[in-house]
């Protein structure tokens, strides 16, 4: 039987985290080369959120976790890196490279998404204005059926 394309993928996934991890072990690797295996091998690890059907505040909710474990593990990378630059050149500063992704993230995208839930769930829980027109037409329907009988 073949394998279906969401097996496969994680069976891929599985294969890379392996890898990774392997590779990430590798001795006389520079601090760079092993965060960058190891922040490699967290995002193969993740198993990211998908909507699916009718959205709820949650599933937004779950999206914008998503992406805060991806920015912290990315950032660590860029700090990484950030250190090395300033190991080897002078007038850079370290803090430029401390939590940028997350920090983008927070005060734009993250909070539209958090925000796009909040509106969602408040839409949710509203009443039906057609809803309760249907149920009010089937009121009257019936109560018209048992009054002609």
């Not at 960058?36 to 059907?53: F, P, V, Y």
């Not at 920090?103 to 039906?128: F, N, T």
Request: a negative charge; charged letters at 25%.
């Amino acid at each position: 039987m073949t394998a279906t394309i969401p097996t496969k993928f994680s069976d891929h996934m599985l294969l890379a985290y392996a890898l990774l991890q392997a590779t990430a072990k590798i001795p006389c690797l520079t601090e760079i080369q092993r965060t960058q295996a190891e922040t490699a091998r967290d995002l193969c690890g993740l198993t990211l959120h998908t909507i699916s059907g009718q959205p709820h505040g949650d599933n937004l909710r779950a999206l914008a976790d998503d992406l805060t474990v991806i920015a912290e593990k990315v950032d660590r990378l860029v700090a990484v890196i950030g250190a090395h630059a300033c190991d080897h050149a002078h007038g850079i500063d370290q803090k430029y490279f401390d939590g940028q992704l997350l920090c983008a993230l927070s005060g734009d995208g993250l909070y539209q998404i958090r925000e796009a839930a909040d509106q969602l769930d408040y839409d949710l829980a509203q009443p039906d204005p057609d809803a309760e027109y249907d149920r009010r037409r089937d009121d009257a329907g019936e109560r018209a059926a048992l009054a002609a009988e």
